[in-house]
């Protein structure tokens, strides 16, 4: 039972290079997030997903665009990567009940040069 | 005024002392809070949820709910230096989101 999964764990793009972070999950979960993390400035929201064929903007959603393939796997692309984007993205999910917390994969270090 | 209110620290507590940390919050509809813990470098992990007023223990770590004052706190007894880490409060306000405080960092002296 591998919980949150993502790929790659460290990455270094050139502005207006394009990529796409992996992310998937094994429990069954139907909420997946993305944040990303910044110092100081705690966990931010891109975009979450409620269920499969859903995707709904969070707190920081521009230059990013998801895809949720899946019930497991969500995944964040960026078009035109730009070092406003360096940061750490976490991708998490989380089961329907009412007290079901998120779980967090390992994380994604991306900087963009 | 933020959704989630944490102070940012450094709280710094002696080996052995007990580690109060706090979390206001402005939803009065909120109906799920959790305690994560980060380690430098490292991705959140679940060390405490609370979903009722009053107290609930696990272990040397104890949440605190008083929704009236819309309020939750964590509690760590005989704190270890192992607990120095960021420790961040998160929300639930009854939708698919969980509202996240910018955290607290925890330091532990021997």
């Known amino acids: 039972n591998a919980g949150v999964t993502q790929t790659p764990k460290f990455q270094v793009l050139k502005t207006g290079q394009s990529m796409t972070l992996q992310c998937a999950q094994d429990?069954?979960?139907?909420?997946m997030y993305w944040y990303r993390q910044d110092p100081g400035m705690g966990l931010r929201l891109i975009y979450y997903?409620?269920?499969?064929?859903?995707?709904d903007k969070g707190e920081v959603p521009n230059g990013y665009n998801v895809s949720r393939l899946n019930k497991r796997e969500f995944s964040l692309r960026l078009e035109s990567a730009a070092p406003s984007q360096t940061s750490v993205y976490f991708c998490a999910s989380r089961g329907s009940g009412r007290g079901d917390t998120q779980y967090f994969g390992p994380g994604t270090r991306l900087t963009v040069l | 005024q933020k959704e989630v209110e944490q102070n940012s620290g450094p709280l710094s507590v002696p080996e052995g002392a007990i580690a109060s940390l706090n979390c206001t919050y402005s939803?009065?509809?909120?109906?799920?809070f959790f305690w994560y813990r980060q380690y430098s470098g490292k991705s959140p992990e679940l060390i405490m949820s609370?979903?009722?007023?009053g107290d609930k223990e696990d272990g040397r770590f104890t949440a605190q709910l008083n929704k009236a004052s819309q309020y939750v706190s964590l509690l760590i007894r005989d704190s270890q230096p192992s607990d120095s880490a960021t420790y961040l409060c998160?929300?639930?306000?009854?939708?698919?989101?969980?509202?996240f405080g910018t955290g607290t960092r925890l330091q532990v002296f021997p």
């Open positions: 998160a929300v639930n306000t009854n939708t698919d989101k969980l509202i």
């Open positions: 609370i979903y009722s007023n």
């Open positions: 997903s409620a269920s499969e064929g859903t995707t």
């Open positions: 429990m069954n979960h139907n909420s």
């Open positions: 939803d009065r509809g909120s109906q799920s």
